[in-house]
Every structure is written in C-alpha cells, then in structure tokens.
C-alpha cells in the first residue's frame, strides 16, 4: 500500500486547514489508517486513527476537540481536519496503515511521505 499526504501549508494561529490522505490499494477500505507529526528535534508522536469502519476514531488529547479524522473510502482518502490551530501543532505530518487502531507508530505497516503544517502569524 502506497500512502500519499498533501494539504500542508502555512496557516494562522487560530486558523483551520485539512489534510488528506490518499493510497493506491483498492483494498485501503480494510485499513487502520493513523496521523502522526514530527516536530523538530521531537520523536514522531500519534494524533489520530480511524478504524477501518469509520466508527471508531483515537485521538492525542493535545487535540481532540480540535481535530477530525474521517475517511471516504470510495475515494481511498482520509481526512485530517485540524480547527484551533496552534503554534505548537507545527510539525511534518504522516499517515500510516495498519490493523490495530493504537497509539503505537510500531504496529502500522505503511507510511507516506509527510507533509509540512505550519502554524505562525
């Protein structure tokens, strides 16, 4: 499974912008798919999973309330919607596949490239 993640960019304190997704395995629809950020000088740290049915979503409490995982699988997409952006969510941004809805970045098989948010005024 190959994983692509665009969408990043510069955004305001305060601000909102959404990231995507996408693989190239028409079997994605069976997949965990997680987000994970790096920030410099920072290990890679989990923000959100998605269950392969939609019907359950994990979140870092450094976010929830403020982002949204979602997936439309017809499109082999999933979605990172971030609201209430801080400066402190500046980082590069990953997704991943796998088969265990977990905190753990060990346990997902597949990565993509990430791609960069940053969070200034």
């Known amino acids: 499974v190959q994983l692509q993640a665009f969408g990043g960019g510069s955004v305001q304190p305060g601000g909102s912008t959404t990231l995507s997704c996408t693989a190239s395995s028409n079997s994605f629809f069976s997949y965990i798919v997680g987000w994970f950020r790096q920030a410099p000088g920072q290990e890679r740290g989990f923000v959100g999973a998605?269950?392969?049915?939609?019907?359950?979503?994990l979140y870092a409490p450094s976010v929830k309330g403020r982002f949204i995982v979602s997936r439309d699988d017809a499109k082999n997409t999933v979605y990172l919607q971030m609201n209430s952006l801080k400066p402190e969510d500046t980082a590069i941004y990953y997704c991943a596949a796998g088969n265990m809805v977990t905190r753990d970045l060990n346990a997902y098989d597949y990565w993509g490239h990430g791609t960069q948010v940053t969070v200034s005024s």
């Open positions: 998605i269950r392969s049915s939609g019907d359950r979503v």
